[in-house]
């Protein structure tokens, strides 16, 4: 009698980790807003290299879609560091947020310095990052 009980108990763990797995999974992502507070010139040529740069890497792992259809947000929190008047680098704290508003993947991204353009740099190294954890889901 335990060895059926303890089968249940297995069956029950086992179907929850599986529900659990599916409910984070993103195929449909889109990329929100982003904001540089010190640099606004900066927002919309960040978002526009990331948006380029996942629909690259991600293959069929995923799509950049509206924000109405998709599973999940890319959202961020930037910033413009400056050692000088040339050289700048972008830090970020990036994060995927599913429907229910769960991070389901969040990384501190840097762009490398110096760099010939710091939104695309950027946008590479994030959607390198995030894709690799998209194809880890599958």
């Known amino acids: 009698m335990k060895k059926i009980g303890m089968l249940i ?3 029950l763990a086992a179907a929850s ?3 659990q797995s599916t409910t984070k999974r993103a195929h449909q992502i889109y990329v929100d807003e982003l904001h540089f507070p010190s640099h606004p010139d900066l927002d919309a040529s960040v978002r526009s290299n990331l948006i380029s740069s996942l629909a690259q890497d991600c293959g069929s792992g995923c799509t950049v879609v509206e924000k109405d259809t998709a599973d999940a947000v890319l959202t961020g929190s930037l ?3 400056t050692s000088d008047n040339q050289n700048y680098r972008v830090q970020g704290t990036m994060r995927l947020v599913d429907k229910n508003g769960t991070v389901i993947w969040a990384a501190m991204i ?3 310095a110096p760099a010939q353009s710091i939104a695309s740099n950027f946008a590479d190294y994030t959607a390198k990052k995030l894709t690799a954890f998209l194809a880890g889901q599958q």
Do not use: D, M
């Open 17 to 19: 980790l599986s529900a």
């Open 79 to 81: 910033n413009v560091q």
């Open 110 to 112: 840097y762009s490398s």
């Open 9 to 11: 108990v297995l069956l």
